[in-house]
C-alpha cells in the first residue's frame, strides 16, 4: 500500500504560480500512475492531471497550457506546477495513485481508477 501526502498549497494572487508536491511512501512510484484532482467548495471534484508508469499525460482541456503534471522517480514524488493561476482554480487539491491499467488515457480523468488518495491542501487564489 502506499501512502500520499500533498503539500504547497497556500493563498496567492492571480496570476501567481504554485508547485504541488505529492510524496508517496511505501512503494516506488515508478509503479504508479499519478492523478492530481481538484475540490472547490460546492462543487463535484474533477480530474487535473494524470500521467502514467509510461509517461503518457493527461490534463483537463481547460488547464492544458497552465498546468504541468511530473514525476521525479528518485524522490518518488510527484508534482503538479500551476501558473498564471486564476480565482477560479481556488479548490483543495487532491494527489492519487494507481496500479491499474487502462487502454484510454482520458480513463485516468475519472476517479474510480485510482486506489490510493491523499488527503488534500488548499489552494486559493484571490484576485
Known amino acids: 500500500q502506499v501512502q500520499l501526502v500533498e503539500s504547497g498549497g497556500g493563498l496567492v494572487q492571480a496570476g501567481d504560480s504554485l508547485r504541488l508536491s505529492c510524496a508517496t511512501s511505501?512503494?516506488?512510484?515508478?509503479?504508479?500512475?499519478m492523478g492530481w484532482f481538484r475540490q472547490a467548495p460546492g462543487k463535484e471534484r474533477e480530474s487535473v492531471a494524470a500521467i502514467t508508469t509510461g509517461g503518457t499525460l493527461y490534463y483537463l482541456d481547460s488547464l492544458k497550457g497552465r498546468f504541468t503534471i511530473s514525476i521525479d522517480k528518485a524522490k518518488n514524488a510527484a508534482y503538479l506546477q500551476m501558473n498564471t493561476l486564476k480565482p477560479e482554480d481556488t479548490a483543495v487539491y487532491y494527489c492519487?495513485?494507481?496500479?491499474?491499467?487502462?487502454?484510454?488515457?482520458?480513463?485516468?480523468?475519472?476517479?474510480?481508477?485510482?486506489?490510493?488518495w491523499g488527503q488534500g491542501t488548499q489552494v486559493t487564489v484571490s484576485s
Open positions: 492519487a495513485a494507481t496500479t491499474r491499467n487502462y487502454a484510454d488515457i482520458k480513463d485516468y480523468g475519472w476517479m474510480g481508477a485510482y486506489m490510493y
Open positions: 511505501g512503494r516506488e512510484i515508478r509503479n504508479y500512475a
